[in-house]
Nanobody, 115 residues
Framework: QVQLVESGGGLVQAGGSLRLSCAAS????????MGWYRQAPGKQRELVAR???????NYADSAKGRFIISRDNAKNVVYLQMNSLKPEDTAVYYC?????????WGQGTQVTVSS
């Protein structure tokens, strides 16, 4: 029903920026949230940021003030602008869409931040 493809990951030095993109296709009737999660080796997958219908947003404490989530409804794209990156941001980042009561996930994109 829904397919998500992430892009924009890569290697960046601490203090740098990246913009992740998630291109979505399929039916979006009943969307609750769109967001980004990340998972580092040996850690659980955690919420980074999400945006609700109507535009309200949530951010992890570690992301507040540095990351911005946005969307382009016409293009079915959700973005994560990542600024002032830190080594602890290193992880695989996954796009997520919650539609009604079903979660959809992308394949993930690697973000590596060097010291």
């Amino acid at each position: 029903q829904v397919q998500l493809v992430e892009s924009g990951g890569g290697l960046v030095q601490a203090g740098g920026s990246l913009r992740l993109s998630c291109a979505a296709s399929g039916s979006f009737f009943g969307v609750v949230t769109m967001g980004w999660y990340r998972q580092a080796p040996g850690k659980q997958r955690e919420l980074v940021a999400r945006i609700f219908s109507g535009g309200a947003t949530n951010y992890a404490d570690s992301a507040k003030g540095r990351f911005i989530i946005s969307r382009d409804n016409a293009k079915n794209v959700v973005y994560l602008q990542m600024n002032s990156l830190k080594p602890e941001d290193t992880a695989v980042y996954y796009c997520n869409v919650l539609i009604r009561m079903t979660n959809y996930w992308g394949q993930g994109t690697q973000v590596t931040v060097s010291s």
